[in-house]
């Protein structure tokens, strides 16, 4: 069983900047995907950016540019960080893992961050 702790997010202005944060706090894997998802009120929860394991990345289109996320993975940690951040950007954030590679269902959920993003 995986299990995640997220931290970060909160509000900011259109424009600043934002991070979070995701650790793997138990698995007994060591080779897994970690991505964050997003889901605003009313609509589908979609994937904003991934990582795999020896850190290659893919990005939502609305965020690229934007949107950084890294992993420490002697930490267990990944990250992402949040610039030029747009109202649109407001939803809650979840951390997720799957086994192995990115493509596929996640697997394992964190319990999800709040960001605001007000004009």
């Known amino acids: 069983q995986v299990q995640l702790a997220e931290s970060g997010g909160g509000s900011a202005q259109a424009g600043g900047t934002l991070s979070l944060s995701c650790t793997v706090t138990?698995?007994?894997?060591?080779?897994?995907?970690m991505a964050w998802f997003r889901q605003a009120p009313g609509a589908e929860r979609e994937k904003v950016a991934d990582?795999?394991?020896?850190?290659?990345?893919t990005y939502e289109d609305a965020v690229a540019g934007r949107f950084t996320v890294s992993r420490d993975n002697a930490l267990k940690t990944a990250y992402l960080e949040m610039k030029n951040l747009k109202p649109e950007d407001s939803a809650m954030y979840y951390c997720?893992?799957?086994?192995?590679?990115?493509?596929?269902?996640?697997?394992?959920w964190g319990q999800g961050t709040q960001v605001t993003v007000d004009p």
């Open positions: 997720a893992v799957r086994l192995w590679h990115c493509n596929g269902p996640f697997n394992f």
């Open positions: 990582i795999n394991n020896v850190g290659y990345t």
């Open positions: 138990q698995s007994p894997h060591n080779s897994y995907c």
